[in-house]
């Protein structure tokens, strides 16, 4: 049973965001969206940030990646330490966009998102064998995204086609949260998934 309950943990973590998200939606953003003004004054949008959406299509899509990062968790039997540190990740992924001061509000779930993978990528680098392997491929795939978005170019880019500009800085700020809280937090693994 206990093994059962740590291998939720990670999806339950994931449903959590979803969750929020899905119940912030028709909240005023102005109230629980990242504004660097208010950082200190109002610490509830360390968390709250990650709820606000932009539209519904970028509600869609975020959620749609916490699904995914949900099943990813579950078949990598993440545990607790693993849904500990993507927990811990979530203000601090925030709290990272200080360094970038140009932008004075975001909202979405992707940089969570971001640190969760970065997370599930330090864990399955500690295991041995093909796991090794996929937490490689993962981490790769996170360099290389963040990368070619370029989060030093400026806070914000339109993409053609959607109707929200992209915080490319949240995603290497979420990255880097769940890379420390992740070394920080996991340790060496060799659960295999059932």
């Known amino acids: 049973m206990t093994a059962r309950l740590a291998r939720s943990a990670w999806p339950l973590l ?12 028709s909240q005023p953003t102005e109230r629980w969206d990242w504004q ?6 109002q610490p509830w949008r360390w968390w709250s940030a990650a709820a606000v959406h932009w539209s519904a299509r970028h509600l869609q899509m975020n959620l749609a990646g916490a699904a995914l990062l949900a099943w990813l968790g579950w078949r990598a ?3 607790w330490r693993a849904s500990a540190a993507w927990a811990l ?3 601090l992924t925030q709290l990272g966009l200080l360094a970038q001061p140009a932008l004075a509000h975001y909202g979405g779930l992707s940089g969570v998102l971001h640190a969760g993978m970065a997370v599930l990528a330090m864990q399955l ?3 041995p064998g093909r796991e090794r392997w996929l937490g490689g491929l993962i981490a ?3 360099l290389l995204k963040i990368a070619t978005e370029q989060p030093w170019a400026g806070p914000l880019r339109q993409v053609p086609g959607w109707d929200f500009a992209l915080a490319p800085a949240a995603h290497l700020s979420g990255a880097l949260a769940g890379l420390l809280c992740g070394l920080l937090l996991t340790r060496r693994d060799t659960a295999r998934p059932a």
């Open 14 to 25: 994931a449903l959590l965001l979803a969750l929020a998200a899905w119940l912030l939606q």
């Open 36 to 41: 660097p003004a208010l950082v200190w004054q």
């Open 77 to 79: 039997a993440a545990g």
């Open 89 to 91: 990740a979530w203000p």
């Open 125 to 127: 680098l500690r295991r």
């Open 140 to 142: 790769a795939g996170l």
